[in-house]
């Protein structure tokens, strides 16, 4: 069974940075950063399938926002620089497809993505 606990979270004017930090445990071969915002659907981050090692990024956080798994340690990272206001958001982590073409096909729809954390609060002033 797999399960995930977020921390990192937190408030920070904007132009800042935060590292979000999710352990896990379980079989899981891939993972995601997820967001939501008051009022919006829950939108994807940034995703990474740990053996292929393939990586993608919703363009609005593309170049600002890195993401990285650390093997030994079993926990996956979000380094976000450079946060702006539109940032706010309860972030989520997720485990996600094990086959690398299901992962593909899921690209950063939240929809195929079955364990998740409780979250971590992001808050961006101004």
């Known amino acids: 069974q797999v399960q995930l606990m977020e921390s990192g979270g937190g408030s920070v004017q904007a132009g800042g940075s935060l590292r979000l930090s999710c352990v896990a445990s379980g079989s899981i071969a891939s993972m995601g950063w997820f967001r939501q915002a008051p009022g919006q659907r829950r939108e994807g981050v940034a995703i990474i399938h740990l053996r292929a090692r ?19 340690e079993n926990t996956l990272y979000l380094q976000m620089n450079r946060l702006k206001p539109e940032d706010t958001a309860m972030y989520y982590c997720a485990a996600g497809p094990q086959s690398y073409s299901d992962y593909v096909l ?21």
């Open 54 to 72: 393939s990586i993608h990024y919703a363009d609005s956080v593309r170049d600002r926002f890195t993401i990285s798994h650390d093997n030994a």
């Open 106 to 126: 899921a690209y950063l729809s939240p929809d195929k993505y079955t364990s998740w954390g409780p979250g971590t609060q992001v808050t961006v002033s101004s």
